[in-house]
């Protein structure tokens, strides 16, 4: 059960190091932090709580009502 549960660990972090690699500001979030956001994917408001981590100075972004970005608000 355990060696099983290491494999699925290494797998997840393989995963998530490869988007960190095709998004270097990935590597400001935690792992738990870049899963919540990309198991959201259909939610792109769903990246609000970690902002500041990944881009200094932007406080918050602001999506039209068909969740498209329009501008973001600074610290």
Same mark, same amino acid.
């Given at each position: ?42 939610? /792109?408001?769903?990246?609000? /709580? ?26």
């Amino acid at each position: 059960c355990n060696k099983l549960l290491d494999q699925v660990q290494k797998g997840l972090s393989a995963y998530l190091e490869t988007k960190r690699n095709v998004f270097p500001r990935f590597y400001f979030l935690s792992d738990d932090e870049l899963l919540e956001i990309l198991s959201q994917t259909k939610d /792109p408001t769903a990246v609000q /709580p970690h902002m500041r981590k990944c881009f200094d100075n932007i406080a918050k972004l602001v999506f039209e009502e068909d969740l498209r970005m329009s501008h973001f608000v600074s610290s």
